[in-house]
């Protein structure tokens, strides 16, 4: 047994795992909702933000897409994924 801190509630409780973070249901359920209200705060605050070097791909085919990758000595993904494809 561990002696481990409730991340919610800041009791001591006695767990079966070193790394235990709940001492009971209700703290576990709590936790759980406060972790998705938290990303859902940081998902809608990242919508909000402008779009910064953002290139339009409506407007370029894969070649194109692909050339400018290889241009820049990067293949399609990673470079899809830096100016948010």
Do not use: W
């Not at 859902?40 to 990242?46: D, E, K, Q």
């Not at 953002?54 to 241009?71: C, H, T, V």
């Amino acid at each position: 047994m561990y002696e481990n801190v409730c991340r919610e509630c800041g009791k001591t409780f006695a767990a079966k795992r070193k790394h235990g973070k709940y001492c009971c249901e209700e703290c576990r359920a709590e936790g759980n909702r406060r972790k998705v209200r938290e990303a859902s705060r940081v998902y809608h605050a990242r919508q909000k933000l402008p779009k910064a070097g953002r290139l339009d791909s409506g407007k370029m085919g894969l070649a194109e897409i692909n050339q400018k990758a290889r241009d820049e000595g990067m293949t399609y993904g990673p470079y899809v994924a830096k100016h948010g494809l």
